[in-house]
């Protein structure tokens, strides 16, 4: 229960953080996106020697408390957002939309009822099966739309992302994971250390996110073709990292998984907005990240 709530706590805050970068800049997205998300990447460096080390001077729960309390810097920073004039429009888009489809269902519901007008019968009559079935399915139909898996049957692109970004996702997290627990047990490095090299992948990260936007802005590489070549090279990192049996090459993986693996989130965005419009795209993402997350638990525990 403690890992669970603060997942949905961040889960809340995570999807919408990196949607609004859409609505804010138009002509550098690339740059804009990779610079929004190379705050995980300083994370990366600066949080396991300093979690070490509280972990060394006070006890895990002290720990829990100091992170805690540094979580709440995000709701800081989303008091300081406003919506933009663009968001304003597919908000408004999207309320007229769902008033339309709760009067669709309303009238669904009022054509499927067959009244009574028997003079003997004088005792209330119950909905008959067919407008329970009829209530069932528009109930279903709006939580599927709610949740935005209605684009999966209407956009087949989408389909192959979710594919795509599943497998995608299977490996990425687990690495990041063991990759200090492999140092520390296998290869013998203190605890100290090896934290350094979670932070050799968090200087990888950030470097990769803050330069790659460049190549997209400027129309050098499309954001397939390069989600295409990042995820590649990760996952050959990944095939290397079990030969490395000292500091030296577990420290050139860590910097190369994290330039491969950094950007990869970032890219996702990119891609979903070729193949959505605007409204749709968090709703979108929030699709892609729930079959995201079934890889993310299903790597650690294969590893």
Known sequence: MNAFLPGIGISFGYTPSLTVIGYYFHKRLGFANGVAF????????????????????????STMQIVGGLSLLVSLCGLLMRPTEREKFWMVKQTRERKRSMIA??????HTQTPNFSPISTTNTTP????????????????????????????????????????????????TVFFNAKAV???GISPLKASYLVSAIGVGDLMSRMTHGIFLDRKWISPTTMYILFNF???????????????LTLLACALVFGASNGPITSLQLMVIRGVLP?????????????FNGFSLVAGVFIM
């Open 38 to 61: 190379s705050g995980s990447g300083l994370g990366l460096i600066v949080m396991p020697p300093l979690m070490q080390l509280l972990l060394n001077k006070y006890d895990w729960r």
């Open 105 to 110: 269902m309303s009238l669904s519901e009022q």
């Open 128 to 175: 008959s099966d067919k407008t329970k079935s009829s209530r069932i399915t528009n109930c279903l139909f709006s939580v599927i739309k709610t949740g935005g898996f209605h684009l999966i049957c209407e956009n087949t692109s989408l389909n192959y992302l979710c594919f795509a970004f599943m497998w995608a996702a299977f490996g990425s997290y687990s690495s």
């Open 185 to 187: 047990f296998d290869v």
């Open 233 to 247: 090279v990760a996952a050959a990192t990944n095939l290397v990292n079990p030969f490395a049996n000292s500091f």
């Open 278 to 290: 605007p409204g749709d795209v968090s709703v979108g993402f929030g699709v892609l990240l729930f």
